[in-house]
């Protein structure tokens, strides 16, 4: 062989077999990268279902009477709270009760001087209607003494006629004196009458100015406040808040002694036969939990093999850190009885 064809040098075994170990792993690499693996999963948190038991109205904590973790009934007691809502119905009672006897005060004032004005009126004419009477009196004491001193006979009704002698008057005259006996007798009758209607009228003056200046009807009005006042003196001056529902009573939002304002949360009471579990998703993922997916749920290593089952039921708005929560609610075998705030991984279903 011609001295100017050289043979290349034979590769060591070494170097050749460290390139097909390399070339080996890179392919395997690519394959586990570009072959599909199963779904990353989330992580999610397991949730009782609860019933916030809000204040009723505005008070003063005034002691528990459940303890957190207490299984409750529903219409067992909660919190007895303060009644604030009966301090300001008694103040509105007794504020009704100050006005209806301002009121009543105010009408027996001016009953009391309208009484005063009216007797005066009644009492003088009841003077006048007296005096009348004096004075026909005595004319009727002067006829009889006259007609007695001239020896006439008096006429009907005892009253003398003013005659003389009938043998120094005419038939005329003694007509003329019959009459005027006549006529006093009915004045004297007229103003009999009269003193008997006014002191009728001042005996029933009271009664009916009362009744036109509204004085009954007052006192009536503060009669009605006061047992109102006093009915809701009466009332009890706690209100107890019950449960509505049964479960398990959460912690206290509201220490004893604090001051709840009207519909604040005072504590919870949580279900556990109505678990859920909450899981943010990055919101490039959600498509994979839309409302309605199904997912499957692994509770830990004591988990069953296949996991437990959910559905999506809620996905709430991206909060700006490009995280969505999610609800899932169990849709086959139950969930494992852990306590609130166990982590799950959560997986879309195959």
Excluded at 200 to 210: H, I, K, N
């Amino acid at each position: 062989m011609a001295s100017g064809m050289e043979r290349p040098p034979r590769p060591r075994p070494a170097v050749t077999l460290a390139l097909c170990g390399a070339a080996l792993t890179v392919g395997t690499a690519a394959v586990v990268l570009l072959a599909p693996g199963p779904p990353e999963s989330v992580r999610g948190t397991l949730h009782s279902a609860e019933d916030l038991v809000r204040a009723p109205s505005g008070g003063r904590v005034m002691r528990w009477l459940a303890e957190p973790g207490t299984t409750v009934r529903p219409g067992d007691p909660l919190v007895e709270l303060e009644d604030a809502d009966h301090a300001a119905e008694l103040a509105a009672a007794e504020a009704a009760v100050a006005k209806a006897a301002g009121k009543l005060m105010a009408a027996e004032k001016a009953a009391e001087l309208d009484l005063a004005w009216r007797r005066s009126a009644v009492r003088r004419e009841l003077h006048e209607v007296r005096t009348e009477t004096a004075e026909l009196l005595r004319d009727r004491f002067d006829a009889a003494l006259t007609a007695a001193a001239e020896g006439d006979v008096p006429p009907r009704g005892g009253i003398p006629a003013r005659t003389v002698s009938m043998r120094n008057h005419t038939a005329a005259s003694a007509a003329t004196s019959t009459n005027a006996a006549e006529v006093l007798e009915a004045r004297l009758a007229l103003c009999d009458v009269r003193e008997g209607e006014l002191l009728d009228l001042l005996e029933r003056l009271p009664a009916a100015v009362s009744a036109a200046t509204g004085t009954p009807a007052a006192a009536a009005a503060l009669a009605e406040a006061k047992a109102e006042r006093d009915a809701v003196a009466q009332a009890p001056t706690t209100l107890t808040v019950h449960a509505a529902r049964h479960g398990r009573v959460g912690r206290r939002a509201v220490a004893p002694g604090a001051t709840a304002v009207a519909g604040e949360p005072l504590t919870a009471v949580r279900d556990d036969a109505r678990p859920f579990v909450t899981a943010l998703v990055p919101t490039g993922r959600l498509s994979r939990f839309e409302t309605g997916a199904d997912v499957s749920l692994q509770f830990g290593e004591a988990d069953r093999r296949d996991g437990y089952l959910g559905r999506v039921v809620a996905v709430a708005p991206e909060a700006g850190d490009g995280l969505a929560t999610v609800r899932i609610l169990p849709t086959g075998p139950l969930w494992p009885d852990l306590p609130e705030g166990a982590v799950c991984d959560v997986r879309p279903a195959d």
